[in-house]
């Protein structure tokens, strides 16, 4: 490494367990099903650079399931709503491979639950993501609410008893810090209240290992896809704490101009970026005086 530089790179960095299993089930695939036409329904993982890396081994991307022709199909780490898995079902000489991620599954499995049983079921995420356009369909949607931010919590819900019975999750990939505010705005209303914190582990150590890193940096990196909603919010949180925070996608989006008078440089990446793409940031900066 350039002596100007100090690089730390965040051991969370990179994929986690959900996106390693999707990759791994997406790689695999053509080995195991030989012959067959292999389609992954939406970005497997978002992180571009590894959906071109797929398609160029066979495992192309379809955006709808009027795109799918008899073979295989793999259903994306951020799972897909209720009623494409029931479609996916009834497709003639489709086999189907599951790569949601488990802890998503389990996030499916409490709206479908809390729901049967009556409860307003409140959402925490981006209302058109993915995984909450999935997570939405578990639930009823009369008694169904996605919600960004405490804002968005309509002021009636605050201010009365009713709805008696409220459960709260939340996006795999949100924050804590917006998971407390709004828990804890709803805990002082009347009625019951079930917290369910579906936030996945790894993205809670990636956040705080990240603004570690930011608050003892000159300048922080963030690695991942620009589509990448964790990405993004751990780009978010370390802008947060270090004004010279860059969000990049590869090596090629580095700047020279970045690191004048920077001595100690950190690198974070989100759940989807490869190892490979963190190590070539590495090997770029070497080459930056």
């Not at 897909?80 to 009834?90: G, M, S, W």
């Not at 990939?173 to 709803?186: C, D, F, K, N, W």
């Amino acid at each position: 490494m350039n002596a100007r530089f100090e690089l730390k790179v965040a051991g969370t960095a990179g994929f986690c367990f959900g996106v390693r299993r999707a990759v791994n089930l997406a790689e695999e695939a053509p080995q195991k099903y030989p012959g067959l036409k292999i389609r992954t329904l939406g970005p497997i993982i978002h992180n571009p650079q590894v959906v071109t890396q797929l398609t160029e081994m066979g495992v192309a991307q379809v955006n709808s399931i009027d795109e799918l022709d008899p073979g295989v199909v793999i259903i994306r780490s951020h799972g897909i709503t209720r009623q494409l898995a029931q479609q996916l079902q009834e497709q003639p000489n489709l086999t189907i491979v599951d790569a949601t991620c488990p802890f998503v599954r389990r996030a499916q499995e409490i709206v479908a639950q809390m729901s049967a049983d009556g409860y307003l079921v409140i959402i925490i995420g981006e209302p058109e993501h993915p995984e909450v356009t999935g997570l939405i369909s578990y639930g009823r949607p009369e008694t169904t609410l996605v919600i960004s931010r405490p804002d968005d919590l309509p002021e009636e819900l605050l201010s009365r008893a009713k709805p008696s019975r409220i459960a709260l999750l939340a996006q795999t990939t949100q924050t804590q810090q917006v998971y407390h505010e709004i828990s804890s705005a709803l805990l002082a209303r009347k009625g019951e209240l079930r917290c369910f914190n579906t936030i996945c582990t790894a993205t809670n150590d990636r956040q705080s290992e990240a603004l570690d890193l930011a608050e003892g940096c000159d300048l922080m990196l963030v690695i991942g896809g620009r589509n990448s909603a964790n990405t993004n919010r751990l780009f978010a949180l370390c802008r947060e704490k270090q004004t010279s925070s860059y969000h990049i996608e590869t090596a090629a989006d580095l700047r020279p101009k970045w690191f004048k008078n920077k001595r100690k440089i950190g690198i974070s990446a989100g759940a989807s970026t490869p190892q490979w793409l963190i190590d070539e940031v590495c090997q770029k900066l070497k080459t930056i005086s």
